[in-house]
């Protein structure tokens, strides 16, 4: 185990893979409340809901700290979009690793997500692609469960303390089918017609 406190003690400047989510947003604030130099990366792609874009940039903007929206042409990406079992991992590699470019032009080194102890690797075949490329989770370190991390967020004050998980668009569609816009389009509209939490997210952001 490592407190938050500790992991901020051994990296005083770090960059953020950040999502908008309860935890990365958590993650964001207490590294900077913990005066660790931050830079939040946030990738953009079609296989998110479009209000997580909104969403991140509504944290970083009440944060204060320097942003960088990365714009991620997923789908020409074939080795995922043929939406193999490894999809997940072959995903977060490509992420990651765009992420990692902008973040050495930029002069960091470490690379911070906001993973947490509730996490299941063997239910997450992206903790493969995070242990491969170095990725640290400063709240599965410190072992803060996902209920943790919300009363903490709460507390905080965080608008995204109580969003509920949104997994990816690609995760609605069965392995082995093709992933394109279209059909990301009609998931998304699925998901926003017959997704209580959905629908209401998206309507009040």
């Given at each position: 185990?490592l407190?938050?406190?500790?992991?901020?003690?051994k990296?005083?400047?770090?960059?953020?893979?950040?999502?908008?989510?309860?935890?990365?947003?958590?993650?964001?604030?207490?590294?900077?409340?913990?005066?660790?130099?931050?830079?939040?990366?946030?990738?953009?792609?079609?296989?998110?809901?479009?209000?997580?874009?909104?969403?991140?940039?509504?944290?970083?903007?009440?944060?204060g700290?320097?942003?960088e929206?990365?714009?991620?042409?997923?789908?020409?990406?074939?080795?995922?979009?043929?939406?193999?079992?490894?999809?997940c991992?072959?995903?977060?590699r490509?992420?990651?690793?765009?992420?990692?470019k902008?973040?050495?032009?930029?002069?960091?080194?470490?690379l911070?997500?906001?993973?947490?102890?509730?996490?299941?690797p063997?239910?997450?075949?992206?903790?493969?692609?995070?242990?491969?490329?170095?990725?640290?989770?400063?709240?599965?370190?410190?072992?803060l469960?996902?209920d943790?991390v919300?009363?903490?967020?709460?507390?905080?004050?965080?608008?995204?303390?109580d969003?509920p998980?949104f997994?990816?668009?690609a995760t609605?569609?069965?392995?082995?089918?093709?992933?394109?816009?279209r059909?990301l389009g009609?998931?998304?509209?699925?998901?926003?017609?017959?997704?209580?939490e959905?629908?209401?997210?998206?309507?009040?952001?």
């Open positions: 185990m407190t938050l406190d500790e992991f901020c003690e990296h005083s400047q770090v960059a953020l893979a950040f999502s908008g989510g309860c935890d990365s947003t958590y993650l964001l604030f207490a590294l900077i409340d913990r005066a660790v130099r931050v830079k939040a990366y946030f990738v953009s792609s079609a296989f998110q809901y479009p209000f997580e874009r909104g969403d991140a940039l509504r944290a970083v903007q009440e944060s700290v320097p942003f929206v990365i714009e991620l042409d997923i789908l020409v990406q074939e080795a995922i979009c043929a939406n193999p079992p490894e999809r991992y072959l995903c977060k490509f992420i990651f690793g765009e992420i990692k902008r973040m050495a032009r930029d002069g960091f080194e470490v911070v997500d906001g993973t947490n102890a509730t996490d299941d063997t239910r997450r075949p992206g903790f493969r692609a995070l242990e491969e490329m170095g990725v640290l989770s400063p709240l599965r370190l410190a072992e469960s996902k943790e919300r009363s903490a967020a709460r507390e905080r004050g965080l608008f995204t303390a969003k998980n997994s990816c668009l609605k569609v069965e392995t082995g089918t093709l992933l394109d816009a059909l009609e998931v998304l509209q699925r998901e926003i017609d017959t997704k209580d959905v629908r209401q997210w998206n309507s009040s952001n």
